[in-house]
């Protein structure tokens, strides 16, 4: 049995009368541990850029399993074994099938593709196609055939998504949010003719802080965070609430990720108000209740914008951004929120 925490992935394995089996520690959305119960032993999970397991380690730091991986996942054992069952992008493997679990449908790394077509919520022939871009008409092709560029969190080819929309340039193609609940012809018209856009950028934290930091900008102005008035790193990793300060970023520090949005006229407005009146009047900083992230959220969200991640992390909202639904498949979900 799996037990999940506020995503989809298992944080705790147990067996079908509740006995716990293995534990399963995240960091920034990233798998790097497993603690087995059997054996009280812990081991360190070394990935690559697209979140492949390759190196299992001990917690004495001895290799338990090394594995290269073909570009579609098919696995080349190098040394040693291990009971892991997440293998390609981290997603479970099948033992039997060898098939991966993506949520949405299966992928055959043998096959490099998955084992039924795509699908969406709404009837469509082809779901998410793009008739600029012919990768996208193959319902059964894994990363439109791409799939060192991006990973697939759900087993969707939704456009917007780094997973399963990389433009011609190779870079990440810009989402499109919601406006209000007006019909989706005029809001797409209202989209097409204006270039307003949002920027949520994650970049390297100050004095060495490995969490990082959040910064939103508007249009291409200089972007901007909630900060603590006093800034260090130890005291920005600790549960306590500071004054904070919205101040722009400094331009020397490494931008690491980042997600475009594109909005309306509107929109645009009621978010740089928003930042505006926040530089004159910022709110207190807390790590867990008024930090970066969510300072970035409450942006969005004053510009009307729905369905916006709620994160803690600067790292997992400009991820949770960059997949999130495009436009016409927002529109057919419920929104989320408000969250605060």
């Known amino acids: 049995m799996y037990w999940t925490g506020v995503g989809s992935d298992a944080l705790v ?31 360190y999970y070394f990935s690559d850029h697209l979140g492949t397991h390759s190196v299992i380690a001990t917690a004495t730091g001895a ?79 894994y990363l439109q055939n791409a799939p060192l560029n991006g990973v697939d969190p759900e087993g969707h080819c939704r456009p917007g998504q780094f997973a399963c929309a990389i433009d011609e340039g190779g870079g990440r193609l810009e989402g499109v949010a919601d406006d209000n609940g007006s019909s989706d012809d005029r809001e797409k018209e209202e989209l097409a003719q204006n270039k307003d856009t949002v920027t949520v950028e994650y970049v390297q934290g100050h004095d060495g802080n490995p969490a990082g930091h959040a910064v939103i900008s508007v249009d291409g102005k200089t972007p901007v965070g909630l900060d603590q008035k006093k800034a260090s790193a130890a005291d920005a990793l600790e549960d306590k609430t500071t004054l904070g300060a919205v101040v722009p970023v400094d331009p020397s520090r490494k931008v690491k990720d980042q997600a475009t949005i594109q909005v309306t006229p509107d ?63 927002y529109l057919r979900m419920v929104p989320i929120g408000p969250f605060f």
């Not at 089996?21 to 990233?30: C, K, P, V």
């Open 13 to 43: 394995e147990s067996s079908l009368t509740g006995s716990l089996q293995s534990e399963y520690i995240f960091f920034n959305g990233n798998r790097i541990a497993r603690w087995d119960a059997s054996t009280g032993n812990i081991y």
């Open 63 to 141: 290799t338990q399993e090394e594995s290269d991986y073909f570009p579609y996942g098919g696995e080349i054992p190098i040394s040693g074994s291990d009971s892991n069952h997440y293998k390609f992008t981290g997603k479970e493997r099948d033992g039997e099938s060898d098939l991966d679990y993506f949520g949405a449908r299966h992928d055959a790394s043998a096959l490099g593709r998955f084992m039924v077509p795509d699908f969406s919520d709404a009837p469509s022939a082809v779901p998410y196609a793009n008739l600029g871009n012919p990768q996208t008409l193959n319902l059964y092709s």
């Open 267 to 329: 929109q645009a407005g009621k978010i740089q108000t928003f930042l505006d009146n926040a530089s004159k009047n910022a709110p207190n900083y807390n790590l867990y209740h008024s930090n970066c992230a969510q300072f970035c959220e409450r942006a969005l969200q004053a510009g009307g914008v729905k369905n916006v991640p709620n994160d803690l992390t600067p790292k997992g909202l400009v991820n949770d951004l960059n997949h999130a639904p495009s436009f016409v498949d």
